[in-house]
């Protein structure tokens, strides 16, 4: 069965795929965006990541008429009362631009003190399968706590990842190598729980 992974974002799409395919799901057949026709997709509108989840499945599940997986994630920052959160991917007002978006971020936090750095990146990932009767969603959430360093420093991964420093780590997420980061981060904890959904489904054939 062919499942379709609905991300605009290629280094997230890696991830979720890279993370996915681990699992080693049988029967399962993770396609992309690129290989089904343009839709229309809704904006992340919501106020939270489930909702923003669970709308980008949809989408994708309703064009296609695919089952399909999405993931809306962010960073919410304890100083910034769970900012920048679903507003992550345009903080600076460019959607992408990670660089501007994470500047920004330190020079909000640059006279916040070292203890009071704490932040987390959510995840929350959807499955919507097309059914007779509409659609069978299952969201799941994955949080990954740390805090924000001053620097960014790192390249790999993506977006926030150089000014995030994992708990228990001295390394920066863009320190981390693919495999430290999936066996530890937020969407990696999301698509776990999906896992047993997404077996019952290929055992639907
Ligand atoms: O919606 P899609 O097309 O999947 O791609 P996107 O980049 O717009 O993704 P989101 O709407 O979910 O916004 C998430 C933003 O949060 C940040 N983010 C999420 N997960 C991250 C991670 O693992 N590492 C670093 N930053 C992350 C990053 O800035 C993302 O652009
Ligand atoms: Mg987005």
């Given at each position: 069965?062919?499942?379709?992974?609905?991300?605009?974002?290629?280094?997230?799409?890696?991830?979720?795929?890279?993370?996915?395919?681990?699992?080693?799901?049988?029967?399962?057949?993770?396609v992309g965006l690129d290989t089904v026709p343009p839709y229309p997709e809704a904006p992340e509108t919501g106020e939270t990541f489930e909702a923003n989840a669970g709308a980008k499945a949809r989408d994708g599940a309703a064009a296609t008429g695919m089952a399909c997986v999405a993931d809306d994630s962010g960073l919410e920052v304890d100083a910034l009362r769970g900012m920048p959160g679903v507003l992550s991917a345009r903080w600076s007002g460019r959607h992408g631009d990670d660089e501007a978006n994470t500047a920004l971020l330190l020079g909000q936090l640059q006279d916040v003190p070292d203890e009071r750095r704490g932040a987390a990146f959510v995840s929350a990932c959807a499955l919507v399968?097309?059914?007779?009767?509409?659609?069978?969603?299952?969201?799941?959430?994955?949080?990954?706590?740390?805090?924000?360093v001053r620097e960014p420093r790192g390249d790999n991964g993506f977006g926030y990842?150089?000014?995030?420093?994992?708990?228990?780590?001295?390394?920066?997420?863009?320190?981390?190598?693919?495999?430290?980061?999936?066996?530890?981060?937020?969407?990696?904890?999301?698509?776990?729980?999906l896992v047993p959904a997404l077996a019952a489904l290929a055992a639907t054939g």
């Open positions: 069965m062919r499942v379709l992974v609905a991300s605009r974002n290629a280094k997230k799409l890696r991830e979720l795929r890279r993370v996915l395919d681990r699992a080693g799901i049988e029967g399962i057949e993770l399968v097309p059914s007779d009767d509409g659609f069978v969603t299952t969201v799941v959430r994955g949080e990954w706590r740390g805090s924000i990842d150089p000014v995030f420093r994992p708990e228990g780590e001295e390394r920066t997420a863009a320190e981390l190598s693919a495999d430290e980061k999936d066996a530890q981060s937020h969407r990696g904890r999301a698509l776990a729980q």
